[in-house]
Every structure is written in C-alpha cells, then in structure tokens.
C-alpha cells in the first residue's frame, strides 16, 4: 500500500505517535475482548485515531525541512559512536543513563516512559532514571558537525514538550474537584487523569506545580479506612496516576513527601487488581530513584509487602517487584530490613524454580554483603543451587553474581568448603569461572581457589 503521509522526524512527535499506537491497541483490544464495552471506550479509540491521523498527515512539510537533510547526510557518514543505539540517528542531546550508556533524550526518555527499568543496550536493571548530560559527546558531535558543514538543530527545541492551554489548565482543576464528588463521577475523572498523565507529560508538570494537586488525587483512596472498600477501577486510576506522576524526575520529591502517597502504595500492595499491585511497585521503583526516597520508602515499611508480592509470584507484577526491591537496597539500611522481612528466603525459592533468574540473583548479590543474609545462604542450601546455576548458565553477569555470593559464604561459613572442593574437582567450575569470567568474577573465583588450596595445605601439615 502506497504511504500517504509522513510521520515528522521530530522524536516529540514520534514518541506521541508511539504512544498513541499503544493506547489505541489496548482500546481495540478491550472492544473486541469485553462484551460489556463502554460508549465511551469507543469514544477513547475515535480520539486516538484521530490524533494519530493528525500527526501523520499534517507533519509532511517537515520531509524538507534541514532536520530531514542532516538526517540523510548523517545516513552516509556519521560516526557510529555518535548514533543513538534506539534511534540510529546522529544524537542531538546525548545523556548518560544509569548504566553508563549514552542516549539521545527524547528516545530513551520514551523507553523510560513507558515503564522500562533496564539498559536497552545491555539489559542492566538500572539503579535509577535520571539522566545525566554528556557534554563530552555533544562537544564531539558539535565539531563534527561543523567540519561537515552541518547545523545541528537546538536540543531544547528538539526535545521539547507541549506546552499546555489555559483551558487545559482549568480542565484540570475541574477534573481534581470532581474527585470528591459521588463516586460515578470519581471513577470518570480518575479514569482520565490517568490517561492525560499518561499521554501528555505537560500534565505531569500540572501536579508538580500546584501544592494541593497530589492529596486531591488522593481523595478517593484517603477517605476510606481500608482500600478494600474502595472501588477496584478508582483505585487502580488513582495509583496508576501517582506511578505516571513519578515518571517525571521534578515530581519525585513531592509525590514522595506528600504524606498519603507512601502508606496508599503499601496498602495497594496488598489489596486491588494486580494491576493496581504492579502499578503500586513501579511507582515505588521509581521515586526510588533518590536517594532521599529510598530511605523513606524503607522507613515506612514498603519493602513487607513488596517481599510478600514477590513470593506471591503473579507473572504481570514479578518485574516491577524485583526492580523495586533492588532499588531499595541500594542503602544499606534497607538491606537489613529487606533480609529481616524475608527476602532472603523468597528470592532464593523464585531462583531455584527458575523464576526471574537474572533480576533476584542481582537483588541477592546485594544482601550477601549483610551478615544475616551470609547466614541464611548457608541454612537454606544455596550453594548447590549457585554452583549449577554457574556451570549450566551462559550468562556472565549471573555466573559473576553468583560466585560474588558463593565467595561471601565461603568467607564466613567453613562449613560449605567441602561442597565447593567436590564441585571443583568433579567439574572445575570454579577454575573455569576464574580463566573465563569477567574481571570480577575471576577475582572472587580465585579468592575461592586460594582458600581451597589453604584448607588442603592445612590439612596436609596438620
């Protein structure tokens, strides 16, 4: 079929029309799927068609634009370095995520947006999502540029949101007052705050800006003693809100601060639509992002029932609550709560049944470093586990993990050498890990070795 229209080159642009796409195929989705559909999931579905429309017909002026021309002069010769790894397109505002990778900001701002927690290049459970400027690589690309004859668009303008109407505005005062009003009416305006902070991160900005928006957004879960009583689909908008909310890096102090927020993401921990569980451990994940936050969170006791869901094992929600739980325990004090809530135990059982291997051996890796955690390790029979784990898996990063904890044991329970000298001599598997690991996990396999040889040479003189 012959192309009609031309989607604009400007990342802003793509990203709405990519999430426009993503809403329109839940909406199609729950039409054909739920015989009980609404008019107005109908409604929903005719609007985001309409914008997608909108963008792909209107923006065709800008296939002759100078963006589009240093886009196909960038094609022939940019310098692979110099290319963002989403877009492979030449980076006009390169930033460096928590891995240590470099992204042009608009596109691994999206992927961020959309609930990712990984490094899309090396699939790093990243500690948090802040994005710091490379001005290294924006110097380079600058010069580049200029040696090529090329001007490279500004990066503000280039990345920059869409501002919001007055009458934007005012819709959105209007939608928090109908918040306390009858309940047909709260369900109405919680369901679209949550997709206007979802679509549209200028009204994420909106709540930042004014001082009562986030315990008016609250009113409906912040009335009720328990959320039990609270009807499922309020309260899942609500706290889908509050993890859209927390998306936005300037928000995450005050969603945080604000004193319901916290005790509410516990309490939909424990109770609502798995959903509204997942949803409640994303949000968690990333206020986590601060340090500052991380503490708090812990204090209030979040890291229970992020354990408790954990163990509960629901697949939609596994990912969140590890990524949450690893975020947490990042600060050592959390470590300690996180191993006197359980987690030492949880996680161990999920990896043994080969559930979320790689994400829970990274969370365990941490709380070996706490004394109980080492113990624990040892009653629960982890050893076995982890030897195999390292023989069988072609993962170096969990092979690296997992002699990382085996070398903590090794260190404080003598009790568990007999086990690893029988590995060794049946497999050699700690001798391999220590010729073909990585950096680190050659250094631990031969502090094991070291320890081995120790033992044996003891044994030999005695």
Known sequence: MAKTGVLSSDPTVRARAAELKKEL?????????D??????????AKDALCALRELKFNKRSTATTPTSSLKLHEAVSCPEEFRCPLSKELMRDPVILASGQTYDRPFIQKWLNTGNRTCPRTQQVLSHTVLTPNHLISEMISQWCKSQGMELPNPVQYG????ITEAERDHFFSLLEKLSAALPVQKEAAKELRLLTKKMPSFRVLFGESVDAIPQLLTPLSGSKSQSGVHPDLQEDVITTLLNLSIHDSNKMIVAGTPMVIPLLMEALRCGTIETRSNAAAALFTLSALDSN??????????EPLIDLLDEGHPLAMKDVASAIFNLCIIHENKGRAVRDGAVRVILKKIMDGVLVDELLAILAMLSTHQRAVEELGELGAVPCLLRIIRESSCERNKENCIAILHTVCLNDRTKWKALKEEENTYGTISKL???GTSRAKRKANGILERLRRAVNITHTA
């Open 25 to 33: 195929q839940r909406l199609v989705r729950t039409i054909v799927d």
């Open 160 to 163: 920059k949101e869409e501002g």
């Open 434 to 436: 220590a010729q073909d």
């Open 294 to 303: 991380k503490a708090l969170i812990g204090k209030s006791g979040a890291l």
């Open 35 to 44: 015989e009980d559909f609404s008019i107005h999931t109908i409604d929903q």
